[in-house]
């Protein structure tokens, strides 16, 4: 089964202490996508300007990514600039031109209306919202936020996750939704919200899956270097959202499979790390399904007693 | 088989958002030995004071901890005064004041020299290696450090955790000993140093065992609130060493029983949590035998896929 995903597709400027790359493909749209896609098909719903370059459409297509609802209008496309700091603790946003990005509106061509999985990235609630509503016989809604829209547009956030499945917040996103600094109240309360099902996502030490009564630990994979961060939270999610698609896995009736959602974890997991081992999207160039099968043995050689 | 804790007795001063107490008994010795208490005979090597408190000396003798190694000099016993922010993410040391612990020279009665299993609380690596050096048939050497030893004592520590199976250390101190970033590399390094098998401590993130070239990630207990986090990394080591003495686990010769350490770990993180739960070491006056072998089911069942 394919999975619609609706984000942003930029071009970013990144920096950490292995080096500095300009306008490398990213987005949260993108890396989700890149990341399901070795899972299911990956139906993208994106605006992007006049400037988006043929080879990076190509390495999307590459992946069997459905780019039908890849707007394309005048104009530049979103880009964004960031500095790690060495310890990759600290982040810095030196620049972010929304350019075309500004007056998107998202519209579902008609083929994806009727998929069952849809994976909202951090965009405005307000258009997560509408396209969600747009979307005929949805059996999974699964979405991302950040801290500027539980600050400052929390009324409408709150009246878009209400009918999601499924939340991924970071453990700071998490209690400030929530108000609570407990981790474990904080789930409780944000269920109540409405999405039954919640990830927090905590950097390098892994992820922490809320569903019904049940919780699942996952402590992050241990890598040797991390080389850019950008994007590990969208592979995590393109990676849950992807193998729970690709196994038909259902939350809108019956019994839930907490096996199938802790394995969709695992493989996000395995996806957010591979992420973090390259500059911006570089990984998915070379990736395989080998490599994915062989780390998710070793998340469950590390972690099994 | 016995398991024989050098290291501090104190009485603390704490402080945390959730509270404060005055000289509530403390110390490296005290909570490693009244952890190991649940798997295993403890017998422990301090100094006191006289002001020592005869209901405290009741409290560890009543978990069968044999004192005959808890040395009482004229003076008043070591004391320490500690404030925690309210994340809990910073401590401020108080106060810290050494009294009769500051002329500690352990001594070792006869009847503790043959006991195989040793662990070192973190007090000065001469000394640690002078009571190292009073045992006569060890089979299990484990110990405990700190950024003090780590910076301005480095030869003598290297010197002393040479001898050393275990090494018990956080993150911050991994990196600082290995002068090394990526804690996969501080790992190996200090293996190379001494001690094959080593647990980096992450907090609440949990910690990560390595033992020769196997390694494995446990993620901390998700506690709803912790209510005071002295301690916890002394818990740790007294439900390590505790269980591995409990199962005559050896280190000196054979294959190493990779199994046998990674339920050692879960028993010092669940020791740990338990810690972390009310002030300084209350917990340890009604925690059952069923408590933890319950906490220990919840681990499995939250990190199990």
């Not at 603790?89 to 031109?97: F, G, V």
């Not at 979405?143 to 400052?152: A, E, L, P, V």
């Not at 019956?254 to 493989?267: K, N, S, T």
Request: charged share 25%.
């Amino acid at each position: 089964m394919s999975l619609v995903v609706v984000g942003s597709v930029a071009y970013d400027s990144i920096e950490t202490a292995h080096g500095k790359v300009d306008r490398i493909l990213g987005g949260s749209c993108t890396y989700i996508a890149l990341a399901a896609s070795f899972f299911t098909r990956a139906r993208i719903v994106a605006v992007v300007g006049d400037d988006f370059a043929s080879t990076d459409a190509a390495l999307l297509a590459g992946r069997g990514i459905d780019l039908q609802g890849l707007e394309r209008v005048p104009g530049k496309t979103f880009s964004w600039a960031v500095r790690y700091s060495a310890d990759l603790s600290e982040r810095t946003t030196l620049a972010t031109d929304l350019h075309v990005f500004a007056n998107f509106n998202p519209k579902l061509p008609d083929s994806y209306r009727s998929e069952p999985y849809l994976q909202l990235g951090n965009i405005q609630p307000k258009l997560q919202r509408s396209v969600r509503a747009q979307m005929r016989s949805l059996r999974f809604t699964g979405g991302d936020t950040m801290n500027y829209w539980i600050q400052d547009h929390r009324e409408d956030l709150l009246a878009t996750i209400r009918d999601w499945d499924f939340l991924l917040v970071n453990d700071v996103e998490a209690r400030m939704l929530a108000g609570d600094h407990s981790l474990r109240r904080a789930a409780e309360k944000i269920q109540s919200m409405g999405p039954r099902t919640l990830v927090i996502k905590r950097g390098e030490h892994g992820a922490i899956l809320f569903s019904g009564r049940q919780y699942f630990v996952v402590p992050g994979f241990l890598l040797e270097e991390v080389f850019d961060p950008t994007g590990a939270g969208d592979c995590f999610a393109g990676g849950f959202m992807g193998y729970l698609a690709q196994q038909g896995v259902r939350l809108d009736q019956g019994e839930i499979d907490h096996q199938a959602l802790r394995r969709a974890v695992i493989y996000g997991s395995v996806m957010a790390s591979f992420c973090c081992e390259k500059f911006g999207p570089e990984c998915f160039r070379t990736l395989t399904h080998e490599d994915i099968d062989s780390r998710y043995r070793e998340f469950k050689n590390f972690s099994n007693f």
